[in-house]
């Protein structure tokens, strides 16, 4: 029986010795569910270009979202900028998984979300594709030295886990925030839409918030932070920061009594 009505999970990128397939597998044997949405950037294709590093884990995953295809859950592809090659095949369904470019799901408390990856409110990667490229590559190298470096940390008793990238991309997100305002300008075209908020991705940056009244929801991703974002039966969103031991790290629920949710990152 399902555990939670929907799960929603963007930024797994197959293909990249980065993907956490692993602890997305133990994931996804924790939460059945009636809807699987696939919030872009699943299968990696630009990392891909330079170079395949696809494993066991990896083809488990895809399996395992196809077994769930075929026993009844509604799966829901929405392509991201790193496989944008399936844009092509808007409204076609490949083994009972729908692509789409867009979606618009309600809840079961009957709150409508948009549920687009984000790209096209990326100025860098809709206006200068050769910067997102070279950030692309430096994002990737600072995961694979974060993953020397979390050796280390075991090697010498240091508990938990610290995230170069993640240290780096809050950085960064702070000097620019003027500049690139995804969050807002997400927010702006669901308030255009008329919808009661937005479930995306695209900027690995997991969230549960308000944004100018309305509720903005990003998935995260399954490279550095390894989150998602559950719909129970009542309605209320849960984001699950997922540690690989079976348990899940503390969370932020919406519900629509909500007035104020706070962002929400892994560790």
Same mark, same amino acid.
């Given at each position: 029986?399902?555990?939670?009505? *929907? ?9 990249? %010795? ?5 602890? !997305? ?14 919030? &872009?950037?699943? /299968? ?10 696809? *494993? ?9 979202? +196809? %077994?769930?295809?075929?026993? &009844?859950?509604? /799966?829901? +592809? ?35 979300? +948009?549920?687009?990856? &984000? ?23 600072? /995961? ?19 995230? +170069? ?8 997100? %702070? ?9 807002? *300008? ?26 100018? &009244? ?22 209320? !969103?849960? !984001? ?20 104020? !949710?706070?962002?929400? %990152?892994?560790?």
């Amino acid at each position: 029986m399902p555990n939670v009505r *929907s799960v929603f999970l963007s930024d797994i990128h197959l293909g990249t %010795r980065a993907c956490q397939a692993e602890r !997305l597998l133990e994931f996804l044997r924790e939460h059945p569910s009636e809807h699987l949405f696939l919030v &872009g950037d699943i /299968v990696d294709f630009w990392s891909m270009a330079r170079g395949i590093q696809w *494993s066991p884990a990896q083809n488990t995953v895809v399996q395992k979202v +196809l %077994r769930r295809a075929r026993h &009844g859950d509604r /799966v829901v +592809l929405i392509p991201g900028n790193h496989d944008e090659a399936l844009r092509e095949y808007d409204g076609v369904a490949f083994g009972e998984i729908e692509v789409v470019a867009e979606y618009v799901h309600e809840t079961a408390d009957g709150r409508r979300f +948009l549920l687009i990856h &984000g790209d096209e409110f990326d100025q860098v990667t809709r206006y200068h594709r050769w910067v997102a490229l070279l950030g692309d590559i430096a994002y990737n190298l600072l /995961v694979r030295v974060n993953g020397w470096l979390s050796w280390l940390r075991r090697q010498f008793g240091r508990p938990g886990y610290w995230s +170069l990238a993640g240290y780096a991309k809050r950085k960064v997100k %702070r000097a620019l925030e003027f500049i690139f305002d995804f969050e807002r *300008s997400v927010i702006h075209h669901v308030r255009e839409r008329g919808l009661d908020g937005v479930i995306c991705g695209h900027i690995h940056w997991a969230a549960i918030k308000e944004v100018d &009244g309305l509720v903005y929801v990003n998935c995260g991703d399954w490279v550095d932070s390894c989150t998602a974002i559950v719909e129970h039966f009542d309605g209320r !969103l849960e !984001l699950v920061d997922w540690d690989g031991t079976g348990r899940c790290a503390p969370v932020c629920l919406a519900g629509p009594e909500t007035e104020a !949710l706070p962002e929400r %990152r892994a560790a």
